[in-house]
């Protein structure tokens, strides 16, 4: 003890000795001896007093251990309930997590903090909101473009390109003939689906108009047409199909 450098002894440290150097106290020890002695202090009562001799929990934090099982049905032992039920829904198998478990495990880790999705609306909000968005201007359409072009039939109308007369805008319109066969709760949802989905990632849908038993519904333009089109016509490179998936992936998940 005396041979020790001064101060580098506790005299509280080990019990009625008080022969222990501080630099050999763990760090964590310490605080908590520095949190005692501030709190006897301010209260007048220590910890041995408090709590019968036994010092309150420092910095506590519960650590899930987690390692390559091959015996197991996921590949990994210790996985914590959630995150196992995470595993076993993404379907990555119990092979592909044995060659890559660290990957397996980020993912697992990313998925469970920060990729959390929002609650679902209710329905009745959902309701309320398609109500609203749904509305049909009960004009003729046709002087407000020019340049109808038809580009393409479905089962229930006719599409056409143009140009906006107002503004220049490329459009894309969408003719239905409505009769009494036509299913107009089907329509009045679609048409507020593509009203609410206001994303950079998904076709803008930008009005509708009734005239003369027909639907006349106007959106956006895409330059290169329908990406099925774009698919049987060109091969794509693979840097051009990774954008494709991103951006279809982007619109998903709005």
Same mark, same amino acid.
């Given at each position: 003890?005396?041979?020790?450098?001064?101060?580098?002894?506790?005299?509280?440290?080990?019990?009625?000795?008080?022969?222990?150097?501080?630099?050999?106290?763990?760090?964590?020890?310490?605080?908590?001896?520095?949190?005692?002695?501030?709190?006897?202090?301010?209260?007048?009562?220590?910890?041995?007093?408090?709590?019968?001799?036994?010092?309150?929990?420092?910095?506590?934090?519960?650590?899930?251990? @987690? &390692? +390559?099982? =091959?015996?197991? %049905?996921?590949?990994?032992?210790?996985?914590?309930?959630?995150?196992?039920?995470?595993? !076993?829904?993404?379907?990555?198998?119990?092979?592909?997590?044995?060659?890559?478990?660290?990957?397996?495990?980020?993912?697992?880790?990313?998925?469970?903090?920060?990729?959390?999705?929002?609650?679902?609306?209710?329905?009745?909000?959902?309701?309320?909101?398609?109500?609203?968005?749904?509305?049909?201007?009960?004009?003729?359409?046709?002087?407000?473009?020019?340049?109808? @072009? &038809? +580009?393409? =039939?479905?089962? %229930?109308?006719?599409?056409?390109?143009?140009?906006?007369?107002?503004?220049?805008?490329? !459009?894309?319109?969408?003719?239905?003939?409505?009769?009494?066969?036509?299913?107009?709760?089907?329509?009045?949802?679609?048409?507020?689906?593509?009203?609410?989905?206001?994303?950079?990632?998904?076709?803008?849908?930008?009005?509708?108009?009734?005239?003369?038993?027909?639907?006349?519904?106007?959106?956006?333009?895409?330059?290169?047409?329908?990406?099925?089109?774009?698919?049987?016509?060109?091969?794509?490179?693979?840097?051009?199909?990774?954008?494709?998936?991103?951006?279809?992936?982007?619109?998903?998940?709005?």
């Amino acid at each position: 003890r005396n041979s020790l450098p001064e101060g580098s002894v506790s005299p509280s440290s080990a019990g009625a000795d008080g022969n222990i150097p501080t630099f050999l106290i763990p760090t964590n020890q310490k605080a908590v001896r520095a949190e005692a002695a501030k709190r006897a202090h301010e209260t007048g009562v220590t910890d041995g007093e408090e709590d019968g001799g036994i010092s309150r929990p420092f910095n506590f934090q519960h650590v899930t251990h @987690v &390692q +390559v099982d =091959k015996r197991t %049905s996921t590949g990994f032992g210790g996985l914590p309930d959630e995150w196992r039920k995470m595993l !076993i829904s993404s379907g990555i198998s119990k092979e592909e997590t044995l060659v890559n478990p660290q990957l397996v495990l980020d993912v697992l880790e990313f998925r469970a903090g920060a990729c959390v999705r929002p609650p679902p609306p209710r329905a009745r909000d959902v309701s309320a909101a398609q109500k609203r968005a749904c509305s049909f201007e009960v004009q003729d359409p046709a002087p407000l473009f020019e340049g109808l @072009v &038809q +580009v393409g =039939k479905g089962s %229930s109308g006719l599409v056409f390109s143009g140009v906006m007369k107002d503004g220049g805008r490329k !459009i894309a319109v969408k003719k239905l003939d409505l009769n009494k066969q036509t299913d107009i709760p089907s329509l009045e949802n679609e048409i507020a689906m593509m009203s609410l989905s206001k994303s950079d990632h998904i076709v803008e849908y930008l009005g509708s108009y009734m005239w003369e038993n027909q639907l006349w519904i106007v959106m956006e333009a895409m330059a290169y047409g329908a990406l099925c089109d774009v698919l049987s016509e060109t091969e794509l490179r693979e840097p051009v199909i990774a954008y494709i998936c991103r951006e279809v992936c982007k619109a998903l998940a709005f």
